[in-house]
């Protein structure tokens, strides 16, 4: 199943935000430029129950619901609809109920994608302005919007534009603390829809991953049940009322570091200065082999050997696993890794960027798919085991930097977007863990 959006990104172009608005089909005059000062804050389900909006959620498939928000009050709101809302389904209607995520989710992403790292995490574009956190209605303006939902029924008929649901708190829904924990948890740090779907079958149904990876309603790869599985284990660890960011920061990414002959000197000097750096936005974790290595789901191994080197030049060869949701170890393939600095000179974050940068250049790859004057939409395919948050492109001939933000593109997944140049190519990608 490939998933096809709009997604958020930032250039150096301006106005650039009007894309989003027009990715999530907002009927109304809304304007990115309104001035959030203008709006008084509301939350959607108390504005609802105090007469201020009257807002309707319709089916939509199995992977969004439609809202269709009217502002009844003489006043311009803005819009908030939090993590944990859930469109339920009344009993013996005979469709499933939607966990949501948020709005400013990309359609095939799932959540806010905002994490504890470095008390900052991930902050996505908004859908619509002017708020990050709010859609602005004006005074008896109506809007729709798709939100990004997963089923919480497995077996139930998927919902359609003839069924409407009620518009509750997960609280509401449900009294099962571990179902309340899950949906806010991934509405809020932001992952890929397979994983959000594979999570809540198993946490809602009770499904197990082989279950969920057998089924044929909606496919679900491995690396898909590898992430969902880990989120299940934090879930199960967790003891507030939502899942410990950190968890999936640490331990997702462990590399070795070799090198034989005049190499092996630095290869032992590169291995005792890189633990804790980041790459592609994660903690490395610097291993000397899988033995005794607890092989949690999800986890990506990088074995790094140097094997060349001369001034302002350094080479490695880097073979890739990962992990299934039983803790296999699977070959992803290898690439090469080319450093502007001889190996003596070599610093650990330079080469933890060098080999987070070729690997996204290995494992994401950009395609134009439709231009239209001054825009190109391009398609960003992942082969990473994992979700990607965010996604660096060069643009252009000039290689100017794109940033496409909160995308939630999961493992073996597409998604389109658009940038403001005819060409581009990946520079970086940054993970969160999901």
Known sequence: MSMRHLGRFRASASGLLSFAVVAFGLAGSIKAGDAPAASDTVQILDATKAGE??????????????FTIQNKSARRLNVVIPPGLVAASSAGQGFQSMGLGVPTSNPGGFGAFRSGRDGQGFRSIPAVAPSLDGIGVSPGQTIELPVPSVCLNFGLPTPTAKNVFELVDVETFTPDVRVRKALKSLATLGT???????????????????QIGAQSVKPINSHELAQAARFVEALDLASSDLVDANYFQQGRILLRVGGTGPFAKDARRLVGELEGTRMMGLPIQVVESLDGVNARPGTIFLSAAIVASKPGHTTLKVSVRSTTATGEWRSLGQFDVASDSAVSDLKADALASDVGRAMARTY??????RRTPGTTTVRVTNRLPMTIANVTLKAGKAGDPVTLQGLGIGPVRSATAPIPAATAVVDSVELNGL
């Open 364 to 369: 994401v790859s950009v395609v134009p798919v």
């Open 53 to 66: 909006l009257a807002v309707t959620v319709r089916g939509a498939g199995d992977d969004h619901v439609k």
């Open 192 to 210: 890929s829809q397979g994983v959000a779907q594979a999570t809540m079958w198993n946490v809602c149904n009770g499904m197990s991953f082989g």
